[in-house]
């Protein structure tokens, strides 16, 4: 059960280092201000996708902090304003931790999403649409 804790910390630090920050600031999708974060509170946690300046370089940030529950094993995703779906690598997640995924992209107008899905269960969940 350690290799597994310690490789979920290294997995879950290495999707940190890969992120960099993200501006949450409220924005009305006007250029160079970021949209509100859009979260939906689950059963075991809260997921959420956070999107930073609006058409310029920028980036997508999708989030779940586990909260309660046995671990599941399962991968974040990304849905742009084309339904083109970017995941993130599959892992093991455990209560007591937040994950998320950070794609670097231009951000251009329309409506994107952020899921999370269960592996284990093979089932998935949707943030609310976030438009900018």
Known sequence: MKNKTSLVAV?????MALSGGVAQAAGS????VAANPACTDLRNGRLCISITPVNQQGSIRVSY?????????????W????NQTFKS???????GNTYYQTWPTWVGPGCNYGVIYNATDRESSNTPLDCV
């Open 11 to 15: 997995v879950s630090l290495s999707l």
């Open 29 to 32: 999708g006007a250029e160079g």
């Open 65 to 77: 902090q586990k909260k309660t529950g046995t671990p599941i094993y399962g991968h974040l995703e």
């Open 79 to 82: 849905v742009n304003p084309a």
């Open 89 to 95: 690598p599959d892992i093991w997640m455990y209560a």
